[in-house]
Nanobody, 127 residues
């Protein structure tokens, strides 16, 4: 059974940094994409970043390019989201998810294509 567990959220001032982690278990295939999404109150869940697990390809939402970095540790089955220069508009619940329909990060932006989701971790950026 696939389980995804996020951690690392919290409260930070604008301009600060956080690193989110997503520990995965039960993923027996090697060719899939891991993604980060976020959902603010009253808004739809939106794509943030994705990484191809086998090839390390990455893709980002335009508004986070240059500020956020997605990476993975294959040995630890963990995907990370390093978030720098945080802004109040980055405030949301952040979710990690696994996508078995794609192997490249580019294209794996729709939440509907993801198969498994974590429970989410709250990120709050104060101004």
């Amino acid at each position: 059974q696939v389980q995804l567990v996020e951690s690392g959220g919290g409260l930070v001032q604008a301009g600060g940094s956080l690193r989110l982690s997503c520990a995965a278990s039960g993923l027996t295939f090697s060719r899939y994409v891991m993604g980060w999404f976020r959902q603010a109150p009253g808004k739809e869940r939106e794509f943030v970043a994705a990484i191809g697990w086998s090839n390390g390809s990455t893709y980002y939402k335009d508004s986070v390019k240059g500020r956020f970095t997605i990476s993975r540790d294959v040995a630890k089955n963990t995907v990370y989201l390093q978030m720098n220069s945080l802004k109040p508009e980055d405030t949301a619940v952040y979710f990690c998810a696994a996508n078995f329909r794609f192997t490249q990060a580019m294209g794996a932006m729709s939440p509907r294509t993801y198969d498994y989701w974590g429970q989410g971790t709250q990120v709050t950026v104060s101004s």
